[in-house]
């Protein structure tokens, strides 16, 4: 990840202060607009050249020698490069080649525009304009940024990880992997069945964009840390515990220990006092794995689905 931001807001920002993480890139663009277009892209890429280009074309000069290019350090370091960058030894410089891999920290709504003109991520205070905006710079953090960068740019957030499995977010592309989970025997004995392959698609680009967007959770994928594949689902419909593995991994304690992960995640991360789940009496695995999970059976049914309604408080010390 890559950030740019003007000189006078980098002091209000959190990471400032970790020189370990992150290293001055470029600092002003003077000096820099005066190269050949050749010489900017070899040393930092193409798309900071053209940036360089907008960046002489709508911003006042003060705001254009104040702009600052921070980088997440790598194992090799990256080096702050005086303006005599000509003669610079570029061997630690990574060339970035997307918009993708920067966020901008912008200080007013001319700086937003240009970032959308250039399809760079932008997070800043109210006033900016940002769709991701903060009351202070000071709230930023390394994990917001990454993920505002990540939102903007529809790549899955990784939610977190268990002893064997990984949890993130769904992707258009995991469309087929999904397919073939619902597929497996007995998958969808207690649970609705994927759509046809074109209405699922729009309604996964939905879910995306009001789920996760707006709320930050939903219903995540479960894959093997082991094999990498798509092993099931899991995760939380606004305060509904949702869960499902594939049959040739259950009975091993995969779908125990996801849940666990994310009922903690539920008391970190959300205000829900209880979560509840829905279950139909005649799924007995699911029956006992909420129970050894702490739930408990409230006396409520839905009677839509014919599913027996339990229940757990997760806001006291209590963990199963």
């Known amino acids: ?70 980088e997440i350090e790598n194992n090799s370091g ?33 700086q937003k525009q240009i970032a959308d003109s250039l399809g760079i991520a932008s997070v800043g205070e109210p006033q900016c304009g940002t769709r ?15 993920r505002v960068r990540r939102r903007y740019n529809h790549i899955p957030w990784d939610i977190g990880e268990t002893d064997r499995c990984l949890i993130r977010e769904l992707s ?10 619902y597929d497996k025997p007995g998958m ?8 046809d392959y074109e209405t699922e698609l729009e309604y996964q680009k939905a879910y995306i964009e009001n789920m996760y967007g707006f709320y930050e959770y939903g219903m995540w994928l479960v894959f093997s840390k082991e094999t990498g594949k798509l092993i099931g689902r899991a995760g939380l419909e606004h305060d509904e515990l949702g869960y499902m593995i594939a049959p040739e991994f259950q009975n091993q304690g995969y779908a125990t220990e996801v849940c666990r992960f994310i009922i903690e995640y539920a008391r970190e991360n959300t205000d829900f006092e209880e979560l509840y789940c829905r279950i139909d009496e005649r799924n007995e695995a699911s029956v006992r794995l909420a129970k050894k999970l702490g739930f408990t059976n409230s006396g409520n049914v839905d009677d839509d689905i014919n599913a027996s309604i339990y229940r757990k408080n997760i806001k006291n010390n209590e963990k199963h």
């Open 1 to 70: 990840m890559i950030i740019i931001i003007d000189e006078a807001s980098e002091k209000l920002a959190s990471f400032y202060y970790h020189d370990e993480i992150f290293k001055l890139q470029w600092r002003s663009v003077a000096g820099k607009a005066s190269m050949s277009e050749e010489l900017q892209e070899k040393l930092y890429g193409a798309l900071l050249g053209k940036l360089l280009d907008e960046l002489q074309k709508k911003l006042p000069d003060e705001q254009q020698n104040n702009l600052c290019v921070y």
């Open 78 to 110: 990256y080096t702050e490069y005086a303006d005599n960058t000509a003669k610079a030894n570029t061997g630690n410089l990574r060339k970035p080649k997307a918009p993708a891999d920067y966020i901008w920290i912008v200080s007013n709504r001319q």
């Open 132 to 146: 991701y905006a903060v009351e202070s710079l000071a709230e930023l953090d390394i994990e917001y940024l990454e």
């Open 172 to 181: 258009l592309s995991d469309l087929p992997a999904l397919y073939e989970l």
């Open 188 to 195: 969808t004995d207690f649970v609705e069945p994927l759509y």
